[in-house]
């Protein structure tokens, strides 16, 4: 029997050696975790913190509202749209307000350069509707123009020299004394949820972009999600293992690493010019994306059904099911909480996508909401896009806010995917 000889000091003390730095290795390495997450959090709270600072005055609207008279000296009943409405509620603002217009009206343009054109749109509409109002005194609310809303938000100051700012200092005067008469009220900016784009920025919304960016998602989802999970579970279950499936694999991987503007140009060549899908609409972004998506749906698909553990195979195949009911039966709904993972993954990189729609002509302005998936259209991500490089001041504060719009549509899709998920993962 061999005799069990007790360490020495020296052997214990190079083991507690050993012992306290592996412990303080690990001590390091969870130091150095902490602090990658705080800062990877500091940057995203920055990062989240510089776009509510620089978009939530949008959703504050400064609107005037005034009694206008419609002078039916300056109206023609029989040609309405003839008349310079504008000009006239500028001319009786000014008089409201005790400020005289010279003879070459002057004074005038200048306070219709702080109205929005809406104002003179709704007296126009009222004309049309009915021509009695001609004579009468009606009551009208709209935005201020926009410079005109960022002096009262204070993005607009009188230390600014005057040639330097968008307003004279005569027109801020006349804006105090309309904001000292009750004419001008702060309120909620309902205008930007329930509009759609506009070259006037006070009149544009999101509203078209969202629809757009839903139908274009919905279709993307109904055409990447069903063949990609597919093409997965025929490559993972079914198909031979052999050189050309091999090829097959590695093409895909490749086509995830694909830049986004190659599926634009793809799209550009066949969809547009070659099966004459109409451009910049839900139906061709929907295609474009949807090839953009695949790959990521098949990679995610196959890693989801190599998860579910060879038992529950063979056991289905014991008690005599099929190798297609093995599958459909009972591998792929134990794979669908990964699988939903990697739909939500694709589709929110397709929804944040803007090179490939570029290509397929989403860059173009458009107005209205879309009511069909071959209705000319724009997307959050393009919308975006266009207002960053307009050169009205007040459209940097709507891109702004266009971008708290993407990330809460996001952030509902999201939701809406992990509660399906989760709802599969109880089932199963």
């Not at 509203?207 to 998602?217: D, Y």
Request: aromatic share 6%; net charge neutral; hydrophobic share 50%.
């Amino acid at each position: 029997m061999t005799e069990i000889r007790p360490a020495s000091d020296e052997l214990r003390a190079a083991v507690a050696r050993r012992l306290k730095a592996r412990n303080a290795a690990e001590r390091r390495f969870q130091l150095y975790g902490r602090i990658a997450i705080a800062v990877a959090l500091g940057f995203l709270l920055l990062l989240l913190g510089r776009i509510v600072q620089q978009g939530w005055s949008t959703f504050v609207d400064y609107r005037l509202t005034a009694q206008v008279y419609v002078d039916p000296a300056r109206i023609d009943p029989a040609d309405p749209g003839g008349a310079n409405y504008d000009l006239m509620i500028a001319e009786q603002l000014l008089k409201r307000i005790g400020v005289a217009d010279d003879e070459f009206g002057t004074r005038s343009d200048a306070m219709k350069a702080l109205l929005s054109g809406d104002l003179g749109f709704q007296v126009l509409d009222r004309v049309k509707a009915d021509p009695s109002v001609i004579g009468k005194t009606l009551t009208l609310s709209a935005p201020l123009k926009a410079d005109a809303g960022l002096y009262f938000k204070g993005q607009i100051t009188r230390a600014t020299p005057e040639d330097e700012r968008p307003l004279t200092s005569e027109q801020l005067d006349w804006l105090d004394r309309l904001n000292a008469g009750g004419l001008v009220k702060s309120e909620f900016n309902t205008t930007f949820l329930t509009r759609s784009d506009s070259t006037e920025p006070e009149q544009a919304g999101v509203l078209g972009a969202v629809v757009g960016s839903a139908l274009m998602l919905l279709l993307t989802a109904a055409l990447a999600i069903p063949i990609g999970v597919l093409a997965a579970t025929y490559l993972e279950e079914f198909a031979p293992k052999n050189r050309w499936t091999d090829m097959v694999e590695v093409n895909i991987n490749n086509l995830a690493a694909v830049p986004s503007i190659v599926y634009g140009l793809l799209g550009l060549a066949v969809f547009i010019n070659w099966m004459n899908v109409p451009r910049s609409s839900p139906l061709v972004g929907g295609l474009v994306l949807a090839l953009m998506s695949l790959p990521t749906v098949i990679i995610a698909t196959r890693s989801a059904l190599r998860a579910v553990p060879p038992s529950i195979r063979e056991a289905a195949l014991a008690l005599g099911a099929s190798r297609t009911q093995t599958v459909f039966h009972h591998v792929l709904p134990l794979a669908l909480p990964g699988v939903m993972t990697g739909a939500i993954l694709s589709l929110a990189h397709a929804l944040g996508e803007t090179a490939p729609l570029l290509m397929v002509g989403m860059v173009s302005f458009v107005p209205g909401v879309p009511d069909a998936l071959t209705s000319a259209s724009t997307v959050l991500p393009v919308q975006i896009f266009i207002w960053e490089n307009a050169s009205e001041r007040a459209f940097q504060e709507r891109t702004a806010a266009a971008i708290m719009v993407l990330l809460a549509f996001m952030i509902i899709m999201n939701l809406a995917a992990v509660l399906l998920r989760r709802r599969f993962e109880r089932r199963w």
